[in-house]
């Protein structure tokens, strides 16, 4: 596609179901980052995909938290028995080579979840 | 780990000039991105630094000195569009991981 692609837009759930957001990334594009957002914050590192391997998933914030590239292009990032304090904006980005020299990370509109 | 500081914020005047500092501290350290955010949309790419001296795109200027880990982003002829949220970003750990500052949100008055 023309730009990552994240879904759903917006999410709103009861605390203690599961979640599961999607991100389709630029086509082409190597690697993959999930990030999340509070307002007024920085985006917070979660985790980062290399083609369909997890390079680095030191940001998850606990075992509730995964995510997943099967084929090395669409990604998941799974949230089970999701707690109020989950509550946030999940960004998605691509880059062509990681976020090294030239390799500049696009990302998606975000995926807003709101826990109940 | 990583940690970055910015000022959280900075108010200028319509078409003057306004810098951002960052400071960081991390381990592998590869280079600096800066990337710029308006309220309710994503981040975008504004610059990278890969080695210490100053990286020049259009009114947007970016500093790198690695000995000092210390960048700072410099804004020409500043423009109302320009009021965001502007981050600085530390590629580490094999130059992919991209850790995010806190952000300095910028106001542009007339």
């Given at each position: 596609g023309a730009g990552v692609s994240q879904s759903p837009r917006y999410k709103v759930t009861k605390r203690g179901q599961d979640v599961a957001l999607r991100c389709d990334p630029i086509s082409g594009h190597v690697?993959?980052?999930?990030y999340r957002q509070a307002l007024g914050q920085g985006p917070e590192f979660l985790t980062y995909f290399n083609y369909e391997a997890q390079q680095d998933k030191s940001g998850l914030p606990n075992d509730r938290f995964s995510a997943e590239r099967p084929e090395g292009s669409i990604s998941t990032l799974t949230i089970q028995r999701t707690e109020q304090r989950d509550s946030a904006m999940y960004r998605c980005a691509s880059s062509h080579s990681g976020g090294g020299p030239g390799?500049?990370?696009?990302?998606?509109?975000?995926?807003?979840?709101?826990?109940? | 780990g990583q940690s970055l500081e910015q000022p959280s914020e900075v108010t200028a005047v319509e078409g003057a000039i306004v810098q951002i500092n960052c400071t960081y501290q991390t381990s592998g350290f590869y280079g600096l991105s800066w990337y710029q955010q308006h309220d309710g949309g994503a981040p975008t790419f504004l610059s990278y630094n890969g080695l210490d001296g100053l990286e020049?795109?259009?009114?947007?200027?970016?500093?790198?000195?690695?000995?000092?880990?210390?960048?700072?982003?410099?804004?020409?002829e500043l423009q109302m569009k320009d009021s965001a949220s502007y981050f600085c970003a530390v590629n580490s750990g094999g130059y992919q991981k991209v850790t995010f500052g806190t952000g300095t949100k910028l106001q542009v008055i007339p």
């Open positions: 690697s993959l980052y999930w390799g500049e990370l696009f990302f998606g509109e975000g995926s807003r979840l709101t826990v109940l | 020049e795109t259009g009114r947007f200027s970016s500093f790198l000195s690695r000995s000092d880990s210390y960048g700072y982003l410099l804004l020409q």
